[in-house]
């Protein structure tokens, strides 16, 4: 079992950056042991997929639409996972999830993922 907090939305200007931290405690499972991702939800829109991270943090996958301007990254000592936003767009704005998976292999599909934040605002002004 895990708990997921996001924090670190708010609203930007287009061009600006924002750093989202989840912080997690886990019982039963260290939090080494989760891949986590980051996704997103924009009104009337599914969500979807923004961003993963392996176990240690070797592997990173994005989706296109942010690749080159997100980074997703991972302390385990601190059993935080990060996503760094640069260059924010209008279209990033959306509510941000943060995920967790019971095992160490990443996924980029939200039905892969086992437990859920409660969801962090970020909104991108024109």
């Known amino acids: 079992q895990v708990q997921l907090v996001e924090s670190g939305g708010g609203l930007v200007q287009a061009g600006g950056s924002l750093r989202l931290s989840c912080a997690a405690s886990?019982?039963?499972?260290?939090?080494?042991?989760?891949?986590m991702g980051w996704f997103r939800q924009a009104p009337g829109k599914e969500r979807e997929f923004v961003a993963a991270?392996?176990?240690?943090?070797?592997?990173?996958y994005y989706a296109d639409s942010v690749k080159g301007r997100f980074t997703i990254s991972r302390d385990n000592a601190k059993s935080t996972v990060y996503l760094q936003m640069n260059s924010l767009k209008p279209e990033d704005t959306a509510v941000y999830y943060c995920?967790?998976?019971?095992?160490?292999?990443?996924?980029?599909?939200?039905?892969?993922?086992?437990?859920w934040g409660q969801g962090t605002q970020v909104t991108v002004s024109s």
């Open positions: 995920a967790a998976r019971s095992a160490i292999v990443v996924r980029t599909y939200a039905s892969d993922y086992h437990y």
């Open positions: 991270i392996g176990w240690s943090g070797g592997s990173t």
């Open positions: 886990a019982s039963g499972r260290t939090f080494s042991g989760y891949a």
